[in-house]
C-alpha cells in the first residue's frame, strides 16, 4: 500500500484518452501496450501520487511499467521526476516529484505516457540476444528440417548461424509445452553468434546467460567428457558451459572454472530427458560470490568470476567453435544479457517464467 504523508491528497481527473491502446509490432511476440492521457493534477507538496487506469484487456499482471508525465503547456520551468511506485492488474500509481524547486505547484494539465510489458516482452526488449523457435518465421531451414539461421528476437539482431549442413540442427516436429524447439542429433551441431562477450581490454565483464535445453545423452569417452551447452572457448578458458555425467562445468571463473557435482530436488542440470532451464551470471567487477549458476529457480553456488581474453563468437550448441564438446539433445531457447547485473529476486521471477513457459518441472520457488 502507498503512504499518504502529510496533507498530500490524491488530485487528478482524466480528461480523455487520447489515443486507443493496441499490440507495439516490436516482433511476432510482442504484447507490449502503449496509451496516454491528460490529467488535471496539482500538488501541495514537491511529491505527488497519481493512479492511472489502463482502459486495456490483460490477461497477466504486468511486470514493468515504463512511464513519463509532462505538462501540456510548459513555460520551460516546472521539471519532472516520475517513478512507477506500485503496479496493480488494471492500474499503475505514479509519483511526481518536482525538481526544479523544492515546492508544490497549482494546477496542471499533464500528459501522461505508460508502456506495460509483460515479462517475456521486457526480457525481449531488455536481452542481447534472444534466439527461439516458436514460429517458422523466427528460422531458416532446408526441406530436411535442418536449420541454417535462428533470427535474434533481442537488441543485437545477430542471427545464430551454421552454414556446414553436415552440423546444423533441427528444427523439431513436436513441441515442448506449445512450443518448437532445436534438436542437436548429430556430432558436431552448433550454431555461431558473432558477438564479443568481453570488453578489449577484459574489464566490466559482465554477461548473464539463460538456456532451456534437455540432454538425451553422456559422452562415453574420458578424453572428451563433455556435453558443451554454450561457449566461447579459445582455449583460454573464456566462458562457457558444458555437463558430463555428474558434473556441471563453468568457465570463466577465478581457477579457470568451477565444477558442481551437487543438485537439489528438480533442479539436476545433467539428467536425462528432462527440460531444465540454467542460467549463469559472470559479474568480475562485483568480485567474490557475485557470479552465480541457477537451474530450475534455485541457486546451485555462487563464484568470484575473472576477466577473460576478448573472443568475437560465441557458440550454442557446444563449448567451443570446433563443436568438440557437442550437445546430443535439444535447446528451446537461448537468452543473453550483457552489462545488466540481475539480483537473486529478478532471476527467480526469470527462471519461473521459462519454467511456466515451457513446462518444465521444477517444484516451488519462493519469490
Not at 511526481?96 to 524547486?101: P, S, T
Not at 570463466?252 to 536425462?272: C, W
Not at 568438440?324 to 537468452?335: D, P, R, W
Not at 529478478?346 to 513457459?357: A, D, N, Q, S, T
Request: glycine content about 6%.
Amino acid at each position: 500500500m502507498i503512504k499518504h504523508q502529510g496533507i498530500m491528497l490524491w488530485l487528478f481527473v482524466v480528461v480523455v484518452i487520447i489515443w486507443p491502446v493496441g499490440k507495439c509490432q516490436q516482433n511476432d511476440y510482442s504484447t507490449i501496450r502503449r496509451g496516454f492521457a491528460e490529467m488535471s493534477i496539482h500538488s501541495t507538496t514537491k511529491k505527488q501520487h497519481v493512479k492511472f487506469d489502463y482502459k486495456v484487456c490483460l490477461n497477466s499482471m504486468p511486470y514493468y511499467i515504463k512511464a513519463t508525465a509532462n505538462p501540456k503547456y510548459s513555460t520551460g520551468v516546472e521539471k519532472f521526476n516520475v517513478t512507477v511506485v506500485q503496479i496493480n492488474f488494471y492500474n499503475a500509481v505514479l509519483e511526481l516529484e518536482r525538481i526544479d524547486e523544492d515546492s508544490g505547484w497549482g494546477e496542471m494539465l499533464f500528459t501522461v505516457q505508460w508502456t506495460i510489458y509483460h515479462i517475456s516482452d521486457y526480457i525481449t526488449s531488455t536481452a542481447t540476444v534472444q534466439y527461439r523457435v516458436d514460429y517458422d518465421t523466427d528460422v531458416k531451414i532446408s526441406e530436411t528440417s535442418r536449420v541454417s539461421e535462428v533470427y535474434d528476437q533481442g537488441l543485437s539482431k545477430l542471427p545464430a548461424l551454421q552454414n556446414n549442413t553436415h552440423f546444423q540442427p533441427r528444427l523439431s516436429q513436436e513441441k515442448q509445452n506449445g512450443h518448437r524447439f532445436l534438436v542437436f542429433d548429430k556430432t558436431f551441431n552448433n550454431l555461431v553468434t558473432n558477438l564479443d562477450l568481453n570488453r578489449k581490454q577484459g574489464e566490466n565483464d559482465l554477461v548473464t546467460v539463460f538456456i532451456v535445453y534437455r540432454v538425451d545423452s553422456h559422452r562415453a569417452t574420458n578424453s572428451e567428457p563433455e556435453r558443451g551447452l554454450f561457449g566461447a572457448d579459445n582455449l583460454g578458458w573464456d566462458k562457457f558451459i558444458a555437463l558430463s555425467i555428474d558434473i556441471l562445468y563453468v568457465s570463466g571463473a577465478v581457477g579457470d572454472s568451477i565444477q558442481i557435482t551437487s543438485t537439489l530436488n528438480n533442479a539436476n542440470p545433467r539428467a536425462l530427458h528432462v527440460w531444465n532451464v540454467l542460467s549463469v551470471q559472470w559479474n568480475v567487477d562485483g568480485g567474490v560470490d557475485a557470479s552465480s549458476v541457477w537451474c530450475n529457480g534455485k541457486l546451485l553456488q555462487r563464484f568470484q568470476a575473472k576477466t577473460t581474453p576478448s573472443d568475437t563468437k560465441f557458440i550454442i550448441g557446444s563449448a567451443d567453435r570446433d563443436g568438440i564438446s557437442y550437445l546430443h539433445g535439444a535447446i528451446g531457447e537461448f537468452v543473453l544479457f550483457k552489462g545488466i547485473i540481475l539480483l537473486d529476486d529478478v532471476m527467480k521471477k526469470y527462471h519461473l517464467h521459462f519454467i511456466e513457459k515451457w513446462g518444465i518441472e521444477a517444484g516451488p520457488i519462493p519469490l
